[in-house]
């Protein structure tokens, strides 16, 4: 299973910029997918997630700014992020909990730790 993440640059503040998650490989269904960030000098912090049945959750900083979306017969996430603040600056990752196969199937968490999105707000 991969995680591609894309969709990140440099924008001012008050801009906007979407980002998107593709999940790709071989498994049966998607628990959540969601959006992880690391700022300069920061820990990694949760930026928003979906449950694929439709909850979402946001992170306190990001509330009525950003939306998380999906589309589960793509597989796919994205992150619509209006109004952006310099502190919104940092490396995005995508996560999924996925149902992988086995004996028995398991639900397994995946990142693009190694591949996050960069987005940069700044004047």
């Known amino acids: 299973v991969q995680l591609q993440a894309s969709g990140g640059g440099e924008v001012q503040p008050g801009g906007s910029l979407r980002l998107s998650c593709a999940a790709s490989?071989?498994?049966?269904?998607?628990?959540?997918m969601g959006w992880y960030r690391q700022a300069p000098g920061k820990e990694r912090e949760l930026v928003a997630r979906?449950?694929?049945?439709?909850?979402?959750k946001y992170a306190d900083s990001v509330k009525g700014r950003f939306t998380i979306s999906r589309d589960s017969a793509k597989n796919t996430v994205w992150l619509e992020m209006n109004n952006l603040k310099p502190e919104d600056t940092g490396v995005y990752y995508c996560?999924?909990?996925?149902?992988?196969?086995?004996?028995?199937?398991?639900?397994?968490?995946?990142?693009?730790w190694g591949q996050g999105t960069l987005v940069t707000v700044s004047s």
């Open positions: 979906i449950i694929f049945g439709g909850n979402t």
């Open positions: 490989g071989s498994f049966f269904s998607i628990n959540y």
């Open positions: 996560a999924a909990l996925i149902l992988v196969p086995g004996d028995p199937p398991d639900w397994v968490p995946f990142g693009s």
